[in-house]
């Protein structure tokens, strides 16, 4: 991956600290450009300061500069609060504090982190006017959390800094998932399906089906793609079927009825499902649809802030199938980007999109949000083949996750509820 490898799949590393602790000097020092502004003035970073770069040998990574989380008053409750969005998409956590100072706020975020079970890194800034306290090294230590110490005004301690970090990225990052290439061996074919829709980009594919395409590239296989009604043609002319046919989500009826039932079929949402996030806990919440009654409220999460136009599928067309399906009206609300619910409690079902523009992490922590609200989540192209009678038909290709479903929905047959089956699974 490059300089222009999409957000979504960066490392992301948060900076956490009080105000005025140097956070954004030590960005500034690590990624050596001005990308926050640096003032004696506590309180200058108001809302998180992005920088992507590459850090070798690890990659690609996102800097991300928070605001203090010991800012005050209204305008400083908004400030923590966007801060603390930031904490679930978090995949390394650093910690920035003066080196002769460590309390309340410290411990906080560093026991946020470990619930989350985030690396962390802790970086005793300003050494040159303070040492840490020796018994705190020795606490610290003991829990197995890095010590950096820095002087990140005057450039002293960033290649250790740099190290810290190598050294404690998340294995899962390093040895990142694919999207598909798993199901498609080297030498075979996938079929892409690409609806040209008014939702489409003008001149351009969206991008989990880009990322899909290179993925394959990546792995020595190779795609063919076609727009939903050249479908049939196109099997025509392969000498072979392929080894899989991914779909866009709208168009699952129509591919199905086109792909041999032979030949494993799914869509991008879903294949996104598990590189984004937990396939077989999707799966599993995709079941509370038969449990939706005439009036309940179910929240649609998307990870970017697109401008929906008619027919948008989060907001027209997956409403219209689930109102079908349930034979009654459901009370459907949206958020966008990184707002998410602190409650969760007044929604029957949380549907979220493929989750292209945002990272892993946040996704999986919104997952165990809602497990622990007990509120059931699924995904897209989950929903849609499920309210579109396809359901087993798209999970084909993935066996733990036909055995969740099939697990649940023996249990359904026997007459247990839903909350039952779900602590089953």
């Known amino acids: 991956m490059n300089r222009s490898t999409p957000r979504s799949l960066r490392l992301h590393i948060g900076l956490f600290g009080r105000r005025n602790v140097g956070k954004s000097s030590l960005l500034n020092a690590v990624t050596r450009q001005q990308v926050s502004i640096v003032s ?10 992005e920088k992507p770069m590459e850090l070798l040998p690890l990659g690609p990574v996102l800097f991300i500069d928070t605001a203090g989380v010991d800012d005050e008053g209204a305008l400083g409750a908004l400030r923590v609060r966007k801060t603390c969005q930031v904490l679930d998409r978090t995949d ?45 090294v020795q606490k610290l230590t003991g829990l197995n959390v890095r010590l950096v110490r820095t002087a990140a005004s005057r450039g002293e301690g960033m290649l250790d800094f740099r190290q810290a970090l190598l050294d404690v990225a998340p294995a899962d990052f390093v040895n990142n998932p694919t999207i598909l290439a798993d199901l498609v061996p080297p030498g075979r074919a996938a079929v892409l399906v690409v ?53 866009d989500s709208q168009a699952f009826l129509k591919v199905a009825a086109d792909t041999p039932p032979e030949i494993p079929m799914t869509s991008f949402s879903i294949l996104f499902a598990r590189f984004k996030g937990d396939l077989a806990a999707q799966v599993e919440g995709t079941l509370a649809v038969d449990v939706l009654r005439a009036g309940d409220r179910v929240l649609v999460a998307e990870a970017c802030s697109h401008h929906p136009i008619a027919e948008d599928i989060g907001r027209v067309k997956i409403p219209r199938w689930l109102t079908q399906y349930v034979g009654g009206e459901l009370k459907f609300e949206h958020v966008q980007g990184h707002d998410f619910p602190e409650d969760l409690s007044p929604y029957k079902l949380v549907i979220h999109c493929g989750a292209c523009m945002t990272n892993r992490r946040e996704v999986l922590t919104r997952i165990l949000r809602c497990r622990q609200a007990g509120v059931p989540i699924t995904n897209y192209g989950l929903v849609i083949s499920y309210s579109l009678g396809l359901f087993e038909r798209a999970l084909q290709p993935f066996p733990a996750a036909m055995e969740v479903y099939q697990r649940a929905w023996t249990a359904r047959r026997a007459g247990r509820g839903f909350e039952q089956e779900k602590m089953a699974c």
């Open 40 to 49: 004696e003035f506590a309180g200058t970073t108001t809302d998180p300061v």
């Open 92 to 136: 390394l956590g650093v910690i920035v504090a003066e080196a002769g100072a460590w309390g309340a706020f410290e411990d906080q975020v560093l026991a946020e982190l470990r619930k989350r079970n985030v690396p962390v890194v802790v970086v005793f800034n300003k050494i040159d006017l303070a040492a840490p306290d020796p018994e705190l």
């Open 195 to 247: 609806p040209i829709d008014k939702e489409a980009p003008r001149g351009r594919l969206i991008l989990p089906q880009v990322q899909t395409i290179r993925d394959l590239l990546d792995h020595d296989a190779f795609c063919m793609v076609v727009k939903e009604r050249e479908l049939p043609r196109a099997l025509e002319m392969l000498s072979e079927p392929p080894a899989l046919v991914v779909t």
